[in-house]
């Protein structure tokens, strides 16, 4: 069983949608929440970061974090054309830089 | 302000073999990472560097991979020889220190096909 676990999609929504992502990680260590947005053909980049438990907002992006279930979220609100591409969740914990990745899930946009 | 640079993009060879990529980090980043993306998975670090140092390499094949980082600046990324399943996408990152949480900043990495 991977430490990480995602969905792999794809997940196609119309455009305005709200689009809601998922994670979910075994190991209790993890203190640190991310999430990347990988474009085809580029490397990821990091949208979202959150420290333990807790919901944190920027512009139409929303995380979530329930430790309690070891279960993360993110949700796009108005989901654009643009915003088609791979999420990818990762995670690590206090005592490690190391980052682990889920496998990611790709979001497809319609118009 | 420039991101990480890697080149080639990408590299297409026979199995065995040599291949080398090239990295150069976000200036002023101390901490390099060298990951591997196989096709429908995330980033798995093969190594990483604090200044010229390899401080983790656990996950490094060492048998034919190797990583250099002579002047705590730009890395290569060696793999000799080249198996088929090596094929995949060679990510770099950078970040500006080595604690826990520093944002790390990829390239856009290196497809490799081994035929």
């Known amino acids: 069983q991977k430490e990480v676990e995602q969905d792999p999609g794809p997940l196609s929504v119309p455009e305005g949608a709200i689009v809601s992502l998922n994670c979910t990680y075994s190991n209790s260590a993890f203190q640190y929440f991310m999430w990347y947005r990988q474009y085809s053909r580029k490397g990821p980049e990091l949208l979202m970061y959150?420290?333990?438990?807790g919901n944190k907002e920027d512009g139409r992006f929303t995380a979530q974090v329930d430790k309690s279930s070891k279960y993360i979220s993110l949700f796009i609100r108005d989901s654009q054309p643009s915003d088609s591409a791979t999420y990818l969740c990762?995670?690590?914990?206090?005592?490690?830089?190391?980052?682990?990745f889920g496998s990611g899930t790709r979001l497809l946009v319609r118009p | 302000e420039a991101g990480v640079v890697q080149s080639p993009r990408y590299k297409i060879i026979e199995k065995k073999q040599p291949v080398a990529f090239w990295c150069n980090p976000i200036s002023g980043h101390n901490t390099l990472y060298w990951y591997l993306q196989n096709l429908g998975q995330g980033p798995e670090l093969l190594i990483r560097?604090?200044?010229?140092?390899?401080?983790?390499d656990s996950q490094l094949p060492k048998d034919r991979f190797s990583a250099e980082r002579l002047k705590g600046v730009d890395s290569t990324l060696k793999i000799q020889p080249a198996e088929l399943g090596d094929s995949a996408v060679y990510l770099c990152?950078?970040?500006?220190?080595?604690?826990?949480?520093?944002?790390?900043?990829f390239g856009p990495g290196t497809r490799l096909t081994v035929l």
């Open positions: 959150t420290y333990s438990s």
């Open positions: 990762a995670m690590s914990g206090d005592s490690s830089y190391k980052l682990i």
């Open positions: 990152a950078s970040s500006l220190g080595d604690r826990v949480g520093d944002e790390q900043f």
């Open positions: 560097y604090e200044n010229e140092e390899a401080v983790d």
